[in-house]
């Protein structure tokens, strides 16, 4: 099991950004999918971004495509989400996960706080 934690998050003015961190420890990642996910004050969790491993290919939701970017250091065994042009909507709880090749997200970081004020 890999252990995840986020860092990174706090409070920003709309319309500004964040880089957010997630640090894994305990095993190699580098062949694991990493994806950010979050979830808003009663709301269900959401897909955000993820990066795969060795080709480094993107996705995002579309809701943050163009202003969000995904990427992952795996010397330093860390995936960054850089969010730029956030707005109150994006309050939310940001978490980090990892998927095996071939698996679903297995395990979870415990999340950094992101709250966006207008």
């Known amino acids: 099991q890999v252990q995840l934690v986020e860092s990174g998050g706090g409070l920003v003015q709309a319309g500004g ?15 694991d999918t990493m994806g950010w996910f979050r979830q808003a004050p009663g709301k269900e969790r959401e897909f955000v971004a993820d990066i795969t491993s060795s080709e480094g290919i993107t996705s995002f939701a579309a809701s943050v495509k163009g202003r969000f970017a995904v990427s992952r250091d795996d010397a330093k065994i860390t995936v960054y989400l850089q969010m730029n042009s956030l707005n109150p909507d994006e309050t939310a709880i940001y978490y980090c996960a990892a998927a095996r090749p071939g698996t679903a997200y297995s395990s979870w970081g415990q999340g950094t706080q992101v709250t966006v004020y207008s």
Do not use: M
């Open 17 to 31: 950004s964040l880089r957010l961190s997630c640090a894994a420890s305990g095993r190699t990642f580098n062949t």
